[in-house]
């Protein structure tokens, strides 16, 4: 495990202005914390050889498992139709076509299917399933005890796999004894549990071990014809703490039952290997670096061997000229006559084609985006022209796009899925790549998100939110998680800032290996920059700073409140708030408590804490924290191991002991370095938008202490409808513009229009003191049809009276309780009754039978059976009548404040005194 382990993981599942044109950017909504946790996520895009059939993975979040759920899709590319192979809770993994296309292989540790005899609960583990496309449900096809680690088609019928041949002697003993004693990097046990090659064939079930190796395989290639294959070993379980032992990357002839031992020299070995199709020759992504087996900071390169060489025991390694001085970056993939690779380009990735020529050199081809935002990922068929690709931005939510690559020209085709459907009902931050001279004057490269209802002229805070890492990177793609929600700080009126510091991946190997020995020396000095550039540029109000990150995020944002003077003096920022998650305080215990700690900490930090004691206590905040006045609320897993729990304690311990700033600890029983639980990250979520909320933007977050239906809460709502200045006089943008919410393809008031939102049209209509927030009425249709024609003409929008099919679709979600004739007499009065209570009712007069809009319970409209995926809507069925359209022309329909539902009246007339309007805005 190297340094890039320091990033996030992904733990459910990966933006210009630039939206979907059925719904503009005033009419969505502001992000909650649901949007989040709940999103769903692609991954794992596969074509089929011939192109016909695209296999992928949805995730999406699941409350009652509180994780996200990961569902095997098919889709057919001819009809654009998709439809689930897989459902339940049981977690799938590497599914891959049959070379035919025809079945599809996954490994799950489900339960086997009744009838068929599975393995005790200690020897289960993850198991192969093939599941035939024409027909039949999944089938397990292994019974291996302690399962399947990986596998790979051969042909039709012949699966390649590893696995642990056998529990030891020594293990089982300690089994039966209940001795669950655990020796650290025990050597013994790691070759006692040797992990092997297999083939299993699918016509008679038998499984036949391939080698005998005594360490663990963990990759291999298969070639083509099945004769050879390539597997990268792992040697020694210190490994992944010390780097000090490299695997072994060994050349299987199966024909011959010959071994060659390949790259035997190098520390820093390749893990990935791609055969020609013809099978006569290979490509490695081989590590780069400046010094061998310090590889925290590489990059990709490529070699391409001959297997000729390597059968003949020969290891002649030929190094590729990819024209290009960074990196291989994104997705690779073997063609006919050579490969497609992405190129690391800082926040966006540049695609290529390579052309093998005759004398082993490659020409190479650029492939251009073939839509106005950026290429994210491509993959093609083996056997035809067919490509899947994603594009989008950092302001423009991924599209998967179905075409053809020919060449290197890359054709689009219709979209073939929108993931969440481009969040197109929720605000969405203007974003910029931005650049700056960063530590050394170097050009340092960053994402800037735009706070929402930005006015030119005026400075606004800045939330700094820094990636882990160190070598990672934000790119310019649209990326909201639990970890990081720019759009959250955005909508609340703050600048956003992501920022690709020294030491970040994509920018090649001196920038990503600028910080070995150096760290914190760089990065704060570009983060410092970064904020600079922004105050120079008039936008950031530099006593208003905010720093957020998790991992090396977390890091960073440490060391900007204990370090800042040291590496980048002068700076007058204020910082008025830290949310760091997983983040070291600490670099002497890290050494030994973190997984990769020793690897990790000489690289960075330079030698051992033994060997360089004061370098280590100098770059750890921890003996700094008397310098910290910045209220900070810290987040960890209790089970990390990458940056390990005991950190948080420390920065916690320290801060609440000395007591100079708020300090708040959060811990989320059994989660790793990255959260998995939906509730633990919308806890974390929660907790850090209301510390912010607090010490930023000085407001504090709504405790939900009443139902959403209550009196008390209906009241608080009112609030916030439009309202009027004290004059009732000039027109407010933002404040009598009636509140809108999605109803299909339109959008439908909330509320019934106003008197004060009347007021803003008609200047001289007078308003008793006390009833601003009645529903206008008494108004004709022609009234009504010019009110939507000024507002029209006010906001740029189209708004207009709802059609009679709208207004009855919507009458099926009226509230529980209206203000109706039934509200007023406490019961359902007959025909006869209802006449004469409603002489009595109107004898008290209109503004007395009114209530204010929005004061009786809600209707819910929206998608779906769940409430709180619904918008409001109130007084559907009561208070006032509204003007609706019809093929007749304009007619008054729904219940009001004099009148009782009558399912059986023919026609209901409706007093003109107790009608009004709601509006529709078309998209």
């Known amino acids: 495990m190297d340094a890039a382990s320091r990033a996030l993981p992904l733990a459910v599942f990966s933006l210009s202005l630039l939206v979907s044109p059925c719904v503009a950017q005033e009419d969505r909504r502001d992000w909650v914390v649901e949007d989040v946790v709940m999103q769903e996520r692609t991954s794992s895009w596969q074509l089929s050889r011939d192109g016909s059939k695209a296999l992928w993975i949805r995730t999406r979040g699941d409350k009652e498992a509180d994780k996200g759920i990961a569902t095997l899709m098919l889709t057919t590319l001819a009809t654009n139709e998709s439809r689930e192979l897989t459902v339940g809770q049981e977690s799938i993994g590497s599914p891959k076509f049959s070379p035919d296309g025809h079945r599809i292989a996954f490994t799950s540790g489900r339960d086997f299917p009744k009838g068929m005899e599975g393995l005790s609960k200690d020897e289960k583990g993850s198991q192969i399933w093939i599941l035939d496309l024409r027909g039949g449900e999944a089938r397990p096809v292994t019974k291996i005890p302690h399962g399947v680690r990986s596998f790979e088609w051969g042909d039709d019928d012949t699966i390649y796999l590893t696995a642990r041949d056998a529990w030891s002697r020594r293990e089982a003993k300690a089994k039966k004894a209940k001795d669950k004693t655990r020796v650290v990097e025990d050597i013994d046990l790691f070759r006692d549990g040797a992990v092997r090659l297999f083939r299993f064939s699918l016509d008679d079930k038998k499984l036949k071990r391939l080698t005998t190796n005594r360490d663990r395989i963990q990759r291999f290639f298969v070639s083509p014809k099945q004769r050879y294959v390539i597997a990268v070993h792992s040697v020694d379980p210190a490994n992944a703490a010390e780097g000090r032992f490299p695997p072994r990357v060994v050349w299987y002839d199966l024909e011959s039952g010959s071994e060659l031992e390949i790259y035997g020299d190098r520390k820093s070995k390749p893990r990935s290997f791609a055969f020609w199709r013809d099978g006569e020759g290979l490509y490695a992504r081989v590590p780069h670096m400046t010094i061998d087996g310090e590889d925290s900071a590489s990059i990709q390169r490529l070699d391409m061997l001959r297997t000729s060489d390597l059968t003949a025991g020969r290891f002649a390694l030929e190094r590729v000229d990819l024209d290009w001085d960074r990196s291989m970056s994104g997705s690779f993939f ?440 009645l529903p206008i009425t008494g108004i004709s249709a022609d009234d009504a049809k010019a009110y939507c024609a000024w507002l029209s003409a006010t906001t740029g929008a189209k708004y207009r009276l709802p059609t009679v099919e709208e207004h009855d679709k919507l009458a099926m979600s009226k509230g529980a309780r209206e203000n109706d004739l039934k509200r007023w007499v406490g019961y359902s009065p007959s025909l006869e009754d209802a006449a004469r209570v409603q002489a009595m009712i109107e004898q008290l007069g209109v503004d007395r039978a009114l209530l204010p809009v929005g004061s009786c319970p809600p209707g819910f409209v929206g998608e779906g059976r769940e409430l709180e995926k619904k918008a409001m809507v109130f007084d559907i069925g009561g208070n006032a009548a509204e003007w609706v359209v019809g093929e007749g022309g304009s007619i008054a329909k729904g219940g009001c404040a004099v009148l009782v539902r009558d399912e059986r009246a023919a026609t209901v007339v409706v007093p003109l005194a107790y009608t009004g309007l709601r509006v529709v805005r078309d998209s």
């Not at 990636?467 to 703050?494: L, V």
């Not at 020294?502 to 760290?519: N, T, V």
């Not at 404040?735 to 299909?744: A, D, K, N, Q, S």
Request: glycine share 10%; with cysteine.
């Open 334 to 773: 073997v063609t006919e006559d050579g490969f497609v690779t992405g190129l690391a380009h800082g926040v966006e990735t540049a695609w290529a084609r390579y052309v093998r020529q005759a004398d082993g050199s490659h020409a190479k081809v650029a492939i251009e985006s073939p839509s106005e935002w950026p290429l994210q990922s491509l993959v093609r068929a083996r056997d035809a022209n067919t490509a899947i690709f994603v594009v989008g931005d950092a302001s423009e939510p991924d599209h998967v796009m179905q075409g053809s690559l020919q060449g290197a020209t890359l054709n689009m085709g219709e979209e073939l899925y929108r993931p969440n459907k481009g969040f197109a009902k929720l605000r969405i931050a203007k974003t910029e790549v931005t650049r700056w001279k960063g530590a050394n004057d170097e050009e340092v490269e960053g994402i800037l998100y735009w706070p929402k209802g930005y006015r030119e002229g005026e400075r606004y805070p800045l939330v700094l939110v820094t990636h882990g890492g160190p070598h990672a990177a934000d790119r310019n793609r649209f990326s909201e998680r639990w970890s990081n929600t720019p759009n959250f700080y955005s909508q609340r009126g703050a600048f956003v800032l992501k920022t690709n510091y020294h030491g970040s991946s994509g920018y090649g190997l001196a920038f990503g290996e600028s910080i070995r020995h150096r760290y914190y020396e760089l990065e704060v000095v570009d983060l410092a920059r970064g904020i600079q550039a922004l105050v120079d540029r008039g936008l950031v109000d530099k006593g208003r700073i905010g720093l957020v990150g998790w991992s090396n995020g977390a890091i960073l944002s440490t060391a900007m409140l204990t370090h800042l003077d040291d590496y980048a003096p002068g700076h007058d920022f204020t910082f008025r708030v830290a949310a760091p998650g997983a983040g070291d305080v600490n670099w002497t215990s890290d050494y030994g408590n973190c997984a990769f700690g020793a690897s990790f900490d000489e690289f960075y930090l330079g030698g051992t804490p033994w060997s360089n004691p004061v370098g280590y206590i100098e770059k750890s905040p921890m003996f700094r924290m008397q310098d910290v006045t910045t209220p900070t609320i810290i987040f960890f897993g209790t089970e990390d191991t990458a940056v390990p729990t005991s950190q948080g304690w420390e920065h916690y311990r320290a801060m609440h002991r000395i007591g100079k700033a708020p300090v708040r600890f959060l811990l989320f029983p059994g989660e790793p370095h990255g959260l998995r639980k939906l509730t633990h990250q919308t806890r974390k979520l929660t907790e850090e938008l209301a510390w912010v909320d607090r010490h930023l933007f000085e407001t504090e977050a709504e405790v939900e202490l009443v139902a959403g239906d209550s009196p008390l809460a209906v009241a608080r709502r009112m609030q916030e409808v439009a309202v009027a200045d004290a004059s009732f006089g000039s027109f407010r943008s933002g404040t009598l513009i009636p509140e809108t919410v999605p109803f299909g393809d339109v959008a439908i008031g909330r509320f019934e229009v106003t008197r004060v939102q009347w007021r803003a049209f008609r200047g001289d209509y007078a308003i008793p003191t006390g009833t601003e927030n």
